[in-house]
């Protein structure tokens, strides 16, 4: 599903007959996956991959899954490194203070990476690489923003979380255009709802069990 084709299911939810919505319903899903995509869900967690060679100081900025649109990392889980293209090694996790320590004690040293630690949106690794692997983290991650007129946009957010995003918007729409605090009290409900049903759906598929909360 779009974004042009979930404007289109909303709109008949309004069941107003015009067009002329279609902006301020896109403007509206952009707000509504703004407010859940901090939380996590099945579908936002990822594998994201990342060369590592001669520095210690990756951004998170240079981890990307190939084809998913992601924009940013949320949350790391935790990292593995790939050797010899046969083996997985997952790294240690140290505070930032704690990994200056031990870098600081033993400098120079390269080799196959052992421990990471995150600080002012990096990665850092030690000891630092002796040669190239490939870095996967884990992790929560934010979607590429649909752009404004992105109508044939589709990402997660428009097809896993359709439901939950149409009952956002809805609640939006009733109680801040239309002024409609019934209509938007009803879509609340369904928005609680879909948003059970996702959490349900998550413990089902992920081992990051989610702490509801409405």
């Known amino acids: ?20 919505l279609s902006d301020t319903v896109l403007l509206n899903i952009q707000s509504s996956i703004t407010e859940y995509e901090t939380q996590r869900f099945y579908f936002n967690e990822q594998i994201l991959t990342c060369t590592l060679s001669a520095t210690d100081t990756y951004s ?7 084809g998913n649109n992601v924009s940013d990392v949320i949350e ?13 090694y997952q790294l240690q996790e140290f505070t930032s203070q704690d990994l200056a320590l031990l870098s600081s ?8 990476p ?24 884990y992790a929560h991650v934010k979607f590429s923003p ?16 359709a439901d939950l995003i149409r009952n956002a918007t809805l609640k939006r729409l009733w109680g801040r255009k239309f ?6 009290q009803a879509a609340g409900v369904a928005e609680q709802a879909s ?18 909360y409405l």
């Not at 790391?76 to 997985?88: H, P, Q």
């Not at 004690?105 to 196959?112: E, K, L």
């Not at 002024?179 to 938007?184: C, G, L, V």
């Not at 959490?199 to 598929?205: C, E, S």
């Open 179 to 184: 002024r409609d605090y019934d209509a938007a």
């Open 76 to 88: 790391v889980d935790f990292m593995e490194i790939v050797i010899n293209a046969t083996r997985n």
């Open 60 to 66: 998170l900025a240079l981890w990307d899954a190939s």
């Open 114 to 137: 052992t421990h990471f630690s995150i600080f002012n949106q990096a990665i850092k690794i030690y000891p630092q690489a002796n040669t190239e692997y490939t870095g996967r983290i």
């Open 1 to 20: 599903m779009t974004a042009g084709d979930l404007c289109t299911t909303i709109i008949n939810d309004l069941n107003r007959n015009d067009t002329s």
């Open 146 to 161: 649909i752009p404004t007129g992105g109508f044939s946009v589709s990402n997660p957010w428009t097809n896993d979380g």
């Open 195 to 212: 948003l059970l049903a996702l959490r349900r759906r998550t413990d089902a598929l992920s081992d990051q069990r989610i702490s509801g």
């Open 105 to 112: 004690n033993a400098q120079g040293i390269r080799g196959y």
